[in-house]
Every structure is written in structure tokens, then in C-alpha cells.
């Protein structure tokens, strides 16, 4: 479990007791910045919402990994969730609204994804490319939009450029909020 920070000692105490593995912050916030030390636009949406350590923070801990599944707690899975013995770079789930925001220029520059929810994904971090992310942001998400909405946003946009990529099947997987 990666600290943000916001974590009491008890809190994470009783997480290890539960046999969670915690992340320090400081490290771990000193391993991210080197990595994304060339982006200064990155580095400005990370440190303008937490949601991009989501993105960024779970990316770069975890980079060596062949996937990560990234799961928030409104999340809803109802029984075994089949996952394909060909796994594809991108596995997400979807919304009949979509939450993005930014430029409204951004989907008629940049594919992107409709109705994709950052709420359950699956993905190898290799499709993280912190060039276009960095580009993304610049041209369309910094200065603009609700800031919570932004890193679904840097999602969907890297979703249009994976080729491999595949939903979860929504009678599995249901985001409730």
C-alpha cells in the first residue's frame, strides 16, 4: 500500500496487521520525482491533485511489474472476475457518463477513449509514456477543468493509443458511485 501521506502511524499499524505491506512516502515520493524529473507539467498536475500519484506514483513504484491492477473502493466486484489468458497492455472498465475534463480541443487532437472509468484497471505500466502524458497535459489539462477529472482524462487518452487493450465485463466489475 503506498502512503500519500495522509496515513496516521495507528492507521498504518493496522494495515500491516492485516498483512498490508506499506510503501514510505518519503522514498517512494523521491523515486517518483526523479523519474518524471524532465515533465514539469506532470510534476504540476501531481502536485495539483492527488489523483495523479494514482497514475504516476502507482506507475513508477510498480514499473517492473508485467501489469498492475489499480483498484479504487467504490468498487464493486460481484464474483470471480475472469481475467484472459491473453492479457491485454490495457484492461478498464466503463461509465454510461464519462467524467473528463480539460480542453475541449483535447479529442479532436488526441484519441481517447469514451466512457472509460479509472475506478478498476489493469495495465502493463510500459504503455505509460510520460513524453505524451507531459504533452497531453501542457496542451490541454493544466489550467483548465476539474482537477479530479483530469487523471480519467490522461487515461482515456492513453487508452486511444494502446492498441491491445479490452473492458471488463460489466455484470463483474460495477463502479457504484
Known sequence: MLDDGTLSEGSKDDLREEGF????SDSSN??????????EFLK?????SIMFRKLIDTTVLFKDCDRILYLDTDVFIRKKIQIPSNIPNFLFSVADVTGYSGSPLLPLRVPVVRGLNGGILLYNPQICDWEFLNEVA?????????????EQTCWAALAGRVENKGVFDGRDVRNVS
Open 21 to 24: 505491506t506499506m510503501l514510505d
Open 138 to 150: 501542457r496542451r490541454y489539462l493544466l489550467g483548465t477543468g476539474k482537477p479530479w477529472w483530469l
Open 44 to 48: 504540476r498536475l501531481r502536485r495539483r
Open 30 to 39: 523521491a523515486k517518483i520525482e526523479e523519474e518524471i524529473r524532465g515533465y
